[in-house]
């Protein structure tokens, strides 16, 4: 079946230091690929999408690109804020035959101390 | 667009009582999804809709858990009788249609505690 493996943390950092959460999935077919942020006391938004190989998605200054050869999505930023501080998911969605809600990762928790 | 509506925002409820809870997806989407987050098993998926009718319940844990979505605007997932192991965030997403279905609105969640 379909699985997201993600680091669970928490992740720390300083402010403008540089971010990768990896993420390495498992999926028959060709998934399309997704972050999702759930800050606190909310619910999970859409980060950024990638939904075939190579494509890169990107938002808010965030990027991940969708490596097929590796099986990997690393969410990647260049400057984190403290305002980034959240619970990032990684998810794929397969679209086929089975259920076509979203496979998650358990969450990465990030923390960026000012 | 208000987003996705769900209440209450929270629930307290002793074991055995029934609970209900509800979401109001954005106007328009044709898929509606349940979810549960546990610090255990992360982000399940329990049961979605499509156009009122529900497609996939295999993540439903249990016949006390129900769901049900008697028109375009409204759905509700009933707990009957609850347990502590109940206890969770549970979230209802919706989504606009085939073409794109798979980028799903979440709602801010219920977050349940069974005593």
């Known amino acids: ?114 | 667009d208000a987003g996705v509506i769900q209440s209450p925002r929270h629930e307290v409820t002793e074991m055995g009582q029934e609970v209900t809870l509800r979401c109001k997806p954005i106007s328009g989407h044709d898929y509606l999804f349940w979810y549960r987050q546990t610090m255990m098993r992360g982000l399940e998926l329990l049961i979605y809709f499509n156009n009122n009718v529900p497609i996939d319940d295999s993540g439903m844990p249990e016949d006390r858990f129900s769901a049900k979505m008697p028109n375009a605007s409204f759905s509700t997932l009933k707990i009957q009788p609850s347990e502590p192991r109940d206890s969770a965030v549970y979230f209802c997403a919706s989504s606009l249609g085939l073409h794109i279905r798979h980028e799903q609105y979440f709602g801010p969640g219920t977050r349940l505690t069974v005593t």
């Open chain 1, 1 to 114: 079946g379909n699985s997201v493996t993600q680091m669970e943390g928490p992740v720390t950092l300083s402010e403008e230091a540089f971010l990768t959460i990896n993420c390495t999935y498992t999926a028959t077919g060709y998934p399309s690929l997704f972050w999702y942020v759930q800050y606190p006391g909310e619910g999970l938004q859409l980060l950024l999408k990638a939904t075939k190989a190579d494509d890169k998605g990107s938002n808010k200054g965030f990027e991940a690109t969708y490596r097929k050869e590796t099986t990997s999505f690393h969410l990647e930023k260049g400057s984190v804020q403290v305002s980034d501080s959240a619970v990032y998911f990684c998810a794929l969605s397969d679209g086929g035959g089975g259920a076509d809600g979203l496979t998650f990762g358990k969450g990465t928790h990030l923390i960026i101390q000012p």
